[in-house]
């Protein structure tokens, strides 16, 4: 079935809804778990052209990433993780064909209406940009929504 499932996290409680939902999956498929987070704030983007140092955002992204990975891998999951900076959809869409991934699995926010619109959609770009199967799964909403 599926031979290795990429997961893009956004470093928030919705990620949460696809980590719990993917396991059972990807235990059943014996598949290998690609983690992917990409900061696109104008430093991250920036990061390299004008030698900065790593932000705190950064800094907190990647502890997270490893924090995750390391969680897959106490569960007996080959996992490999990667922090990915500038534009989510390009950057993921890129990395699932390095990869060669078969499966993408995310959680979604839910926004609707214009929100969806304000907030951008890297669902929706992805959907659009690839041909691989996409799992979405709702996270759970902030109760200020």
Same mark, same amino acid.
């Given at each position: 079935?599926?031979?290795?499932?990429?997961?893009?996290? #956004?470093?928030?409680?919705?990620?949460?809804?696809?980590?719990?939902?993917?396991?059972?999956?990807?235990?059943?498929?014996?598949?290998?778990?690609?983690?992917?987070?990409?900061? #696109?704030? !104008?430093?991250?983007?920036?990061?390299?052209?004008?030698?900065?140092?790593?932000?705190?955002?950064?800094?907190?992204?990647?502890?997270?990433?490893?924090?995750?990975?390391?969680? !897959?891998?106490?569960?007996? !999951?080959?996992?490999?993780?990667?922090?990915?900076?500038?534009?989510?959809?390009?950057?993921?869409?890129?990395?699932?064909?390095?990869?060669?991934?078969?499966?993408?699995?995310?959680?979604?926010?839910?926004?609707?209406?214009?929100?969806?619109?304000?907030?951008?959609?890297?669902? #929706?770009?992805?959907?659009?940009?690839?041909?691989?199967?996409?799992?979405?799964?709702?996270?759970?909403?902030?109760?200020?929504?």
């Amino acid at each position: 079935m599926y031979k290795k499932i990429l997961i893009p996290l #956004d470093n928030s409680l919705t990620d949460e809804a696809i980590l719990t939902h993917i396991k059972p999956l990807a235990r059943l498929c014996e598949a290998e778990i690609v983690l992917v987070h990409v900061a #696109d704030g !104008f430093a991250a983007r920036l990061q390299e052209q004008l030698n900065l140092a790593d932000s705190e955002e950064i800094v907190n992204d990647r502890a997270y990433l490893e924090s995750v990975a390391g969680q !897959f891998k106490q569960n007996g !999951f080959n996992v490999k993780h990667y922090l990915l900076k500038g534009d989510p959809v390009d950057s993921i869409v890129r990395l699932l064909k390095q990869e060669g991934c078969d499966l993408i699995a995310m959680a979604t926010h839910g926004h609707e209406g214009v929100m969806d619109w304000v907030m951008g959609s890297v669902a #929706d770009g992805l959907r659009h940009k690839t041909c691989v199967p996409i799992l979405m799964v709702r996270g759970a909403k902030a109760k200020d929504s």
